[in-house]
């Protein structure tokens, strides 16, 4: 494995981002009888877009350029890196579709990948199926997320 392709690796860290996204869920339902769902998705999306620009400004290459480029390359491509985020986390760590939050409720973590646009549903599975059939691997994985960053294009 090229040397570079190793360092982009070191900005991979799937337990953080579980993690993250579990405790939010627990932290947010925990003795609350009902949640609004819709409410909760926008909070976890928050968490991951804010995540996406910590993980962006601390990544090689990115951090060296204008505030003004950052923003512009990160306006292009947050949403595509969140769909990929969640398409690596369901072929690579097994992401379900949702998740039982301790007030009973389920939170739809499929809604979650697809933005909140359910149309997109098939588009996601056609995709997420492609992937798995050429064995996309992690290595594929933060080369493609930093590909989506970089070339706004």
């Not at 570079?4 to 939010?24: A, F, G, H, M």
Request: hydrophobic content about 45%; charged content about 25%.
């Amino acid at each position: 494995m090229p040397p570079l392709i190793r360092d982009l690796l070191t900005s991979v860290d799937d337990k953080e981002w579980q993690n993250s996204l579990y405790s939010l869920l627990q932290n947010q339902t925990y003795n609350q009888c009902e949640v609004d769902l819709f409410e909760l998705l926008c909070k976890v999306l928050d968490q991951n877009l804010f995540a996406q620009v910590d993980w962006a400004r601390n990544s090689i290459f990115f951090k060296d350029l204008k505030v003004d480029d950052q923003m512009k390359l990160l306006q292009h491509s947050w949403s595509d890196m969140l769909v990929l985020d969640h398409i690596h986390h369901r072929v690579h760590n097994h992401l379900p579709d949702d998740a039982p939050l301790p007030n009973g409720q389920k939170f739809d973590l499929l809604a979650l990948a697809l933005l909140g646009i359910p149309s997109s549903l098939d588009r996601f599975n056609e995709i997420t199926m492609k992937l798995q059939e050429i064995k996309f691997d992690v290595a594929d994985y933060i080369c493609l997320k930093f590909l989506l960053l970089l070339n706004p294009g």
